[in-house]
């Protein structure tokens, strides 16, 4: 008889060590026209759209966020001198991510640009490691099927996901060969050039992004107490050392009330969610 296995506790949490390194966003200590643009937005949370609105804008994303990837890798001599493409197709998709789907995990910073980076790095190496065989250049279509496997097994592990990758990685091995390790620069100027069109055209009626690193509470800065001369720290956000050194993350928390509904920044929550809430903050009474 086989032994029951609990597949649930294979599993890696890199945010678990990471998160704790990753300082809380300053957008609330910045001018609001600036942090509004960075997708801060206090204790408002977006407004539900009709689609009509939500596929003018992405008709309007899309077409800049493409646009303005292509010209710049254009006027890169470097990227012409490594026959790069007018733009990696890659790009086509995640574009529809990022101006339409603006609210899936897929979509938001990290996962677009990390995922992106990594997808190249792989692709090309794959494909420089399977040049020293002249059996194996001959099968791209094998380098390409690995590439595509270790990028998306990787994106999972590092809560990276971000499906564009997965062409990126396969590009990389098919049709990358003569692009070299210059795609990983492309792919890094594209990623980045697209967030910021993103940024722009996304905060004109809708949020974005939900959150730049991840939808759980960062740790929060330190505020010293200026009205207590002995330094004494109840007012801080973190815990002192004298709690035995131990920092603990005070939980998130969705208040409704008659009428209003506050939503802290760090909390991921859709347009539909607000509705719901707002619709139950309506029969309170």
Request: net charge negative.
């Amino acid at each position: 008889m086989l032994r029951h296995v609990d597949f649930s506790r294979w599993h890696v949490d890199v945010d678990r060590y990471l998160n704790p390194l990753i300082p809380h966003p300053p957008w609330r200590w910045l001018p609001r026209p600036i942090s509004h643009f960075l997708g801060y937005r206090g204790d408002k949370a977006p407004r539900a759209l009709g689609n009509l609105v939500i596929a003018f804008w992405s008709l309007i994303g899309v077409f800049c966020g493409v646009l303005v990837v292509s010209e710049v890798s254009l006027h890169v001599p470097s990227f012409q001198h490594h026959h790069a493409p007018v733009i990696v197709a890659s790009f086509g998709a995640a574009a529809v991510l990022e101006f339409s789907a603006i609210d899936s995990p897929f979509a938001q910073p990290r996962n677009a640009v990390m995922s992106q980076v990594m997808a190249s790095t792989i692709g090309i190496s794959i494909g420089r490691l399977f040049a020293l065989n002249p059996h194996a250049h001959s099968m791209p279509q094998v380098g390409g099927a690995l590439a595509c496997g270790i990028t998306t097994a990787l994106m999972v592990l590092t809560n990276t996901v971000h499906p564009p990758a997965g062409a990126t990685a396969l590009l990389a091995v098919t049709e990358g060969y003569n692009i070299g390790w210059f795609l990983i620069l492309i792919m890094l100027l594209g990623s980045v050039l697209m967030q910021a069109v993103a940024l722009l055209i996304n905060n004109i009626q809708r949020r974005f992004p939900v959150y730049w690193w991840t939808p759980h509470p960062l740790p929060r800065p330190k505020i010293e107490d200026t009205e207590s001369a002995a330094g004494d720290k109840e007012g801080s956000w973190a815990p002192s050392a004298s709690d035995d050194d131990t920092q603990t993350t005070v939980p998130a928390q969705i208040i409704i009330q008659e009428g209003k509904v506050s939503v802290p920044d760090n909390i991921w929550i859709t347009a539909e969610e607000m509705e719901w809430l707002e619709k139950i903050s309506q029969r309170i009474r």
